[in-house]
């Protein structure tokens, strides 16, 4: 398991997390005031409308999602980033299988006290 501010993450560190419905989530490097996520999406899966106070930027790794934001939706693949500032509800279904890498400030307290 990947410790707060822990310098350096080999991958083989970030245990993949199944959340069902097709999503695995790794939590990455993390401090108090920043955490990095990475989430794998079967085809299909869905990232259910939700908001939490922390900003968050997604950047499109793979595959192709339809997002949405604030009641907006679009469609996004690889390359494409996505802001969600604290409070905004959001969401996505996948379209074809993928991975995202979510930036959350500040980290995701509940990621990690269970």
Known sequence: MVQKDQRWVPYSD???EDMGGGVIRRILAHSSDMM???NTFAEGAVGKLHSHPHTQ???ILSGEFD???DGETRTVTAGDTLLKTNGV????VCRKAGVLL?????MREDFISK
């Open 102 to 106: 979510d930036v959350f400030t500040p």
């Open 36 to 38: 990095v996520v990475e």
């Open 57 to 59: 930027i997604t950047y």
């Open 89 to 92: 509800i959001h969401g996505c």
């Open 14 to 16: 970030a245990q993949a």
């Open 67 to 69: 997002f949405t934001i």
